[in-house]
C-alpha cells in the first residue's frame, strides 16, 4: 500500500490526536484493493470527506476524483473493511495485563509463580503488583497458588491476580491487610480465592494501590493494542466492583484526547430513579449496563443455574439479581431513557433477567422497553424461552465466541462444569439470530484476547455445529453489531454518509464462508453479489492490520508500501 500527498500539505503526524476540525478539511481516496461495502459489493474505492465516507465505487470512476483528493492511498489489493467493534471490554485490566503480569501463558502451577517473582523483581518501586488470566484447569497440579505460595512469589507485596474469567481471584496475605474486616465479607475463603463480595474488596484496595502514571500507561497500551488489530471502538464495561469511578473517568478523559478507538462507557451499577441516572449520566456513562452481574462465571462456579454444577454435587453457583431487582432496574432505566444491561452468564441468571425485563414491560410499556436496546453480556446458558424472551423484548445479546474456542468441545472446561450435555447446549448464535436477536461481539479482554478476527473465526466454526453462523453474520455483528448496541443504526457499515471509521488489512483471497455443511462452505462466484471476506478456516493465515481509521483520522498507522 503506498500513498501520494501533495508537496505543499504537510502529513499529519503520527501520534495526534484524532481531531474533527482536521479531518473535516481533507478528502482521502482509496483505490486499487476492495472495499466491503453494501452499496457496491464489487467497489474497489473509496473517498473520504472529513469524518464521513462520501463515495464507494469502482476504479475506473475513481479517475474523477483522483485529482481533487488531498491523499490518495494506493492500497495495492488490500481488503477495506468497516473496524471492528468490541463491545466487552476492561481497558485497565487489559492495559495491566499488556504492560504488567500476564498468566494466561502460564503451564502450569511452577511456571505461573516463577512468572510472579520475575515479575516483582522488574518492579520495585510498585506498591501493589497486578496480575490476571490464570487458568488452573490446564495446569498439570490443577489446582490455584496457595496464599503461601503467593506471599513468596511476590516477597510479602500486595498481589492481586485474578482467575481468567476474572469472577474470583488469588491474593496474598499483604493484600488482605489492606482490607480490614475482609474475612469476614461474602465469599471469603481462608486459602482459596475468593469471590464476590470479599474479592470486590480486595480488588478496590489493589487498584486504589496504582499511580495514576501506572493507570494512564495501562489504558493507552490497551487502546494502541485495539487500534494495531482494527477496532475502532469499545465498549468499556466498568462498575463500582470493578474498577472505581477514578478509572472510568480517567479512561474517558484518556480517549478523549488520545489518538485512538472511540470508548463507549458502560457503568454497572442499580438505578433507582431519576438521581442515580443523572449521576450516571454526569459520569460519563452511555448506560448503567456491562457487567451489573446477574451471576459469576463457569469457571469460578459462580453461574447461577437451575441444576447443580457436574463437579460439585448440590452447589448451583451464586444469583446476585433476582427478576424483582432487574424489573426495578430497567423500569427506571426506561423511565429516565437510559440504557439498561446485565451480566447473566447461567441459565437461571439469564431467566431472571428476561422475567425482569418482561416484567419491567408491563410497567413502563413494551414499546418504551424495546426503543431502548437493553443489552445482556455474555448469555451463555440459553433456553428456547429465553432466546424467544430476547427476541420479544429485544434485548441486545453481547457475545464472546472465544469463550467456546477458549472452553467449549466435549473436553473443555465447560463440559467439566456442566457435563457434556448441558455444555453443548452453550452460546447458540444461529438460535438468536433465527429469532431475530441483534447480535454485538466482544472479547471481555482480559478474558480473551483483543483479536477481532479469531473472534469472527469462533463464531463462524463454533465447537457445536448446530451453533455456527456464517462468516459474514459474525463479521457484521462485530462491526455494525456494536454500533446498533448503542442506538447508531447509520455506523459499522462503509456506505455514503457513514462515519469514516476503518481497517486496511493484508489479506488473501475473499470468500463467501456459511456454516450449513450440506452446501458448500465458500464460493468465490462474483455473480452472488455478496461482499467477500478473508478466508477464516480454522489454520488458515489471518488478515493483518494495515491502518485503522477513526473519525477520518489515522489512529494506526500501519505498514506503507
Known amino acids: 500500500m503506498t500513498a501520494d500527498s501533495p508537496a505543499a500539505r504537510p502529513a499529519e503526524p503520527a501520534n495526534s490526536a484524532p481531531s474533527r476540525a482536521g479531518s473535516a478539511r481533507r478528502t482521502v481516496l482509496l483505490r486499487g484493493g476492495t472495499v466491503h461495502s453494501p452499496a457496491d459489493p464489487f467497489a474497489t474505492a473509496m473517498v473520504v470527506e472529513g469524518d464521513r465516507v462520501a463515495w464507494v465505487g469502482s476504479e475506473g470512476a475513481a479517475d474523477g476524483f483522483a485529482d481533487a483528493a488531498d491523499e490518495v492511498v494506493h492500497l495495492e489489493g488490500a481488503l477495506v473493511t468497516p473496524a471492528f467493534t468490541d463491545a466487552h471490554v476492561h481497558v485497565t485490566a487489559t492495559g495491566l495485563a499488556l504492560t504488567g503480569l500476564d498468566l494466561s501463558g502460564a503451564t502450569g502451577l511452577a511456571d505461573a509463580l516463577a512468572r510472579i517473582r520475575a515479575h516483582a523483581a522488574r518492579r520495585p518501586a510498585e506498591r501493589a503488583l497486578i496480575g490476571q488470566g490464570y487458568d488452573e484447569t490446564g495446569w498439570p497440579e490443577g489446582r490455584p497458588p496457595t496464599r503461601a505460595e503467593l506471599d513468596e512469589a511476590a516477597g510479602g507485596r500486595p498481589l492481586y491476580l485474578t482467575r481468567v474469567d476474572v469472577h474470583s481471584a488469588a491474593v496474598s496475605t499483604a493484600l488482605l491487610d489492606l482490607v480490614p474486616g475482609v474475612a469476614d465479607r461474602d465469599g471469603y475463603a481462608a486459602d482459596a480465592p475468593l469471590t464476590r463480595d470479599a474479592h470486590h474488596a480486595v480488588r478496590r484496595a489493589a487498584y486504589a494501590a ?22 475502532g471502538s469499545v465498549h468499556e464495561c ?15 478523559a484518556l480517549a478523549a484526547e488520545r489518538p485512538g478507538p472511540r470508548v463507549t462507557g458502560y457503568w454497572g451499577e442499580a438505578v433507582t430513579g431519576p438521581a442515580d441516572a443523572r449521576r450516571l449520566r454526569e459520569l460519563g456513562a452511555f448506560g448503567a449496563a456491562g457487567d451489573f452481574c446477574a451471576d459469576g462465571s463457569l469457571g469460578s462456579r459462580t453461574a447461577h443455574l437451575t441444576q447443580p454444577y457436574a463437579d460439585r454435587p448440590g452447589h448451583r453457583g451464586n444469583g446476585y439479581l433476582d427478576s424483582a431487582a432487574v424489573a426495578a432496574h430497567v423500569a427506571a432505566c426506561t423511565e429516565a431513557g437510559l440504557q439498561a ?3 447473566a452468564i447461567g441459565d437461571a441468571a439469564v431467566a431472571a433477567v428476561v422475567d425482569g425485563v418482561r416484567a419491567a414491560a408491563e410497567r413502563v410499556g413494551l414499546d418504551r422497553v424495546r426503543a431502548l436496546r437493553h443489552r445482556v453480556e455474555h448469555a451463555e446458558m440459553l433456553t428456547p424461552e429465553t432466546v424467544a424472551g430476547f427476541a420479544e423484548l429485544a434485548l441486545t445479546a453481547s457475545v464472546q465466541p472465544a469463550f467456546d474456542a477458549a472452553w467449549g468441545g466435549e473436553e473443555g472446561m465447560y463440559a467439566r462444569r456442566l457435563g457434556p450435555e448441558r455444555a453443548r447446549a452453550l452460546n ?5 439470530l433465527r429469532a431475530g436477536v441483534p447480535l454485538a461481539l466482544g472479547s471481555d479482554a482480559p478474558v480473551t484476547p483483543l483479536d477481532p478476527w479469531r473472534t469472527v473465526q469462533a463464531a463462524a466454526f463454533h465447537r457445536t455445529p448446530e451453533h455456527r453462523i456464517s462468516a459474514r ?11 446498533r448496541a448503542v442506538g447508531r443504526d447509520d455506523a459499522g457499515v462503509l456506505v455514503p454518509g457513514a ?14 464462508q456459511v456454516p450449513d455443511e450440506r452446501v458448500a462452505n465458500w464460493s ?5 453479489g455478496t461482499p467477500g471476506l478473508p478466508d477464516l478456516t480454522p489454520g488458515a493465515e489471518l488478515p493483518v492490520c494495515l491502518r485503522t481509521v477513526v473519525a477520518g483520522n489515522t489512529v494506526h498507522p500501519g505498514p506503507i508500501g
Not at 462515519?499 to 463467501?512: E, H, N, S
Open 524 to 528: 468465490t462466484d462474483p455473480r452472488s
Open 210 to 231: 496504582m499511580s495514576p502514571a501506572q493507570r494512564a500507561a495501562a489504558q493507552g497500551a490497551a487502546l494502541d493494542r485495539a487500534a494495531a488489530v482494527g477496532i
Open 473 to 483: 453474520a459474525a463479521f457484521t455483528a462485530h462491526t455494525r453489531g456494536g454500533w
Open 341 to 343: 444491561g446485565f451480566h
Open 499 to 512: 462515519p469514516a471509521d476503518y481497517a486496511v488489512w493484508a489479506a488473501g483471497d475473499l470468500v463467501v
Open 428 to 432: 447458540p448464535y444461529a438460535a438468536l
Open 238 to 252: 466498568a462498575g463500582p466492583d470493578l474498577s472505581g469511578e477514578d478509572d472510568f473517568a480517567a479512561l474517558l
